[in-house]
């Protein structure tokens, strides 16, 4: 264990900046909250960035303060486990604009004290890989041995690649595409307008009164949380099973369990999210088209890459199928990157990666482990 401060759970850092966004804002002081474990080695070789989903934070494989539930992929990361920190040193930081120490919406604006609502200027994925640069800077980090995400992990890690493309070794994308389609775009939207069609949102200065748009929020994680399974899935948890009754109401309580399973969803995520970040970070995903920024080619942002790459999809995954994996693939063999690509089986669609897995934890454990070799 080391005793370097900047090391272990439940970290925080403010760094000076200024952090040049996509929009055109120079943004500055920038708080980061992140986790790292495992030991950095001498050389600083060691070390894997894991990046979060859209709802995801730092607590990876830690307790989480806010549930008291396991870190969000505890499974997959630890001593012994895929990506084994008996080997690797593993930071995972809360991404620019979420609501777990980072600098968001809910955080406080330095010029006027209040909490910057939704004067925080709008963000990109690019924008959140530019922060964890920073804060890889300040951990004395030059040069990752693998970037790993999913879903909005995922795009994080394609964007590594394609803007700091000495930094990295190698990138594992699972269950993630390179651009947001227009059906992604629109369940986001459904999202934001249930959310901002709350009276409680005020325009999203909402933070003073400490009464937040709960029920919207509610609203925007249930119709979210139905693209994170599969149509089988659902029928063989749920099928039309009624909740805690022998026959329909003829009302509009939740007569059935999904409806009673989405509800549940919805209310215990207003527990620990903020609404505002829930708008930030789903405008980041939309606006997310790697191949736009780099000359419409999406090869074109893998030509100075030297990494390896894993690219992961499921067969069930209907929020970024199989095809948007396969058109990484392709554009990364077009680039000339040593790349592989598997398509895995799966009956739980999209978070079929934050489960249990088995043959996703020997890919990702052998492919971590082939470029140790090298």
Known sequence: MSDDPRFGLRRSVTLPGPLRLDGGVLFSPVDIAYETYGTLNADASNAILVCHALTGDQHLASEHPVTGKPGWWARMVGPGKPIDTDRWFVICSNVLGSCLGSSGPATINPATGQPWGMQF????????????????????????????????????????????????????????AARHSAQNIAFHEVGRQAIMADPKWRGGAYYEAQDPPA??????????????????????????????????????????????????????????????????????????????????????????????????????????????????????????????????????????????SPELDRVIGGFLAAGDRA
Request: hydrophobic share 50%; aromatic share 12%.
């Open 215 to 356: 029920a919207g929020l509610a609203v925007a994680r249930m119709a979210a949380h139905i693209t994170y399974l599969s149509e089988a899935g659902l029928t063989a948890k749920f099928g039309r099973k009624l909740q805690g009754r022998e026959t329909k109401t003829f009302g509009f309580d939740a007569d059935f369990q999904v409806e009673s399973y989405l509800r549940h969803q919805g209310l215990a995520f207003v527990d620990r999210f903020d609404a505002n970040s829930y708008l930030y970070i789903t405008r980041a995903l939309d606006y997310f088209d790697l191949a736009e920024e780099h000359g419409g080619l999406l090869a074109h942002a893998f030509r100075q890459s030297q990494a390896r790459f894993c690219v992961v999809s499921f067969d069930t995954d209907w929020l970024y199928p199989t095809a948007e994996s396969r058109t990484i693939a392709h554009a990364l063999n077009a680039a000339g990157a040593p790349a592989s690509f598997v398509e895995l089986s799966s009956p739980f669609g999209h978070d079929a990666f934050l489960l249990e």
């Open 121 to 176: 200027p709008v963000i990109t994925i690019r924008d959140m890989v530019r922060a964890q640069a920073m804060l890889l800077d300040h951990l004395g980090v030059d040069r990752l041995f693998a970037v790993v995400g999913g879903s909005m992990g995922g795009m994080q890690a394609l964007n590594w690649a394609a803007t700091f493309p000495e930094r990295i070794r190698a990138a594992v994308v699972i269950a993630s």
